[in-house]
């Protein structure tokens, strides 16, 4: 059996809004009415059925501390769609009844509270289907009709709402029932046909988005094709300027060598971008693939992802250092975390002028583990603190320094740490330096790639 869990469900999150404005609202409608039968019970002009009003408020404060007690309990518990749907119903009708009652003992059609039935009608829209709004909003035309005919006929009592009551006659008595009727009928109709308007459209958004989603999967997985191919033949001449710097070849003269050098650093970075697409593309088209989770040692991750740049650091003469206490686990996906660290690792590398110090730092927060990736670097400016999660963005400082770069890096990091469930927090000063602190659970589950984006940028 299905169970769900309606607090978490984006759809069900709307109808939580109902049911807690549907609540709010009894609780304005009894104090209100407890209100007017204080006030009229002190003014001769009223004359009213105090006893049967006063226990029927009473009754719908009790109903409502019931429903608000049972939603508070729903919220928390796991229901299923049917139960959820029953406790909707049951409070419709209560509250159809009840104000039936109140009106009817208090005047009937010379109640303007009659016209409460509007915001039911309404409300109800929004939580049932057409089939349903159209069958409550025909009992009630029905039930309004027949009080109001039983009332002309003497069958049952009128209650009137004043001292002297309104000389009513049968035309005017048929007009406000026709015209009560036609109001409820008219509301009931209006807010179907904007209902449904609302539901075509969303529908017919959803399919656009479906369309996009596809063609963006489709140019993901091109680009990953695409970087693929040509991962292959750029690490093949890396190789090749290797064997020649190395003299395999042949000796080779000092100004041949510095231009191979040079070009090998070039392929290296072409390959690096070339990683960062690769990743991109990976994270892009994967959203539906799960990934897998197992027990790993936060220190040995740690020592993997600083061995990748250490190399990097000694050719830009930064110092690394590392802190994280021994024992720390942490149950997550290896190919996620290493895509985090590895791009944060590198780009405070990538930033960080000669001279400077980056780290590495990992501890135990609570449930989670706090990765802080720190340097004393170029900084971020405050304008641009908030965009460098974009994707293709690169900041102007970075630009101006001509540091190669595809401004994918951070829009990786983020998917990926959406997808392990954390969440990412840059503090940032320009010609200062930069700390990205990533905070991951401790435990999660095998799951599924999501694409979406919920960094926050903190600059100090
Ligand atoms: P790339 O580094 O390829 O430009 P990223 O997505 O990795 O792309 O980063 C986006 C931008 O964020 C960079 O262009 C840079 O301006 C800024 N940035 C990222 N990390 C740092 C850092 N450690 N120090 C300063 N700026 C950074």
């Known amino acids: 059996m299905q169970r769900l869990s309606p607090i978490e469900s984006s759809a069900f999150k709307s109808l939580n809004k109902v049911i807690t404005w549907f609540i709010i609202l009894r609780w304005v409608a009894c104090t209100g009415v407890a209100l007017v039968l204080l006030f009229s019970y002190y003014s ?7 006893k049967i009003l006063s226990a029927t408020t009473l009754t719908v404060i009790s109903l409502n501390l019931i429903y608000s007690y049972y939603f508070y309990r729903y919220k928390k518990q796991f229901l299923q769609r049917r139960e959820i749907h029953i406790f909707f119903q049951i409070q419709i009708i209560s509250d ?7 009106v009817y003992f208090s005047g009937f059609m010379d109640n303007p509270l009659i016209f409460f039935f509007s915001f039911h009608i309404i409300i109800t829209s929004f939580l049932f289907t057409s089939g349903i709004v159209t069958l409550y909003t025909t009992l009630l035309i029905a039930l309004i009709g027949s009080i109001s005919l039983f009332q002309y006929l003497k069958i049952i009592p009128v209650f009137p709402l004043f001292v002297e009551s309104i000389t009513t006659t049968p035309i005017l008595r048929l007009t406000q029932t026709f015209g009560i009727s036609a109001l409820l009928a008219i509301t009931a109709y209006l807010t179907i046909s904007i209902i449904n308007k609302i539901d075509a459209r969303g529908k017919q958004f959803e399919v656009e988005l479906n369309k996009y989603k596809s063609l963006d999967k489709i140019k993901s997985n091109f680009i990953l094709q695409v970087t693929h191919e040509l991962r292959g033949p750029l690490a093949a001449i890396s190789g090749f300027h290797e064997m020649i710097l190395r003299g395999i070849t042949g000796e080779i003269e ?22 960062e697409m690769i990743d991109f593309a990976y994270m892009k088209s994967s959203d539906d693939s799960t990934f897998i989770t197992r027990e ?11 061995s990748n740049v250490t190399t990097r650091a000694q050719q830009g003469s930064v110092h690394l250092s590392v802190a994280c206490p021994k024992h720390l686990e942490i149950r997550t996906n290896s190919d996620l975390i290493n895509i985090i660290l590895g791009n ?15 780290s590495l730092i990992a501890s135990e927060k609570g449930n989670e583990i ?4 720190e340097d004393t670097g170029i900084g971020i400016c405050e304008e641009e603190i908030e965009k460098v999660f974009y994707e293709f963005y690169r900041s102007r400082r970075a630009r101006e320094l001509e540091k190669d770069g595809t401004g994918l890096g951070l829009a990786i990091v983020q998917k990926a740490v959406n997808a392990l469930q954390g969440r990412i927090i840059v503090y940032s000063k320009e010609g200062k330096g930069s700390s ?7 435990y999660i589950d095998t799951g599924k ?12």
């Open 44 to 50: 001769f002009h009223f004359k009213l059925q105090y």
């Open 96 to 102: 159809y009844l009840l104000l039936l009652i109140l």
């Open 254 to 275: 000092e100004y041949t060598k510095s231009i191979i050098i040079k070009a090998d650093r070039r392929t290296d970075n072409l390959l690096i971008i070339i990683g």
């Open 296 to 306: 790993l040692s936060v220190r040995k991750i740690i020592s993997e992802n600083i």
């Open 344 to 358: 944060l690792l590198f780009n405070a590398i990538k930033y960080t002028e000669a001279g400077g110090n980056v």
């Open 370 to 373: 706090h990765f802080v990736v």
């Open 436 to 442: 990205f602190h990533v905070f991951l659970p401790e």
């Open 449 to 460: 790639i999501p694409g979406g984006e919920n960094a926050e940028n903190i600059n100090n």
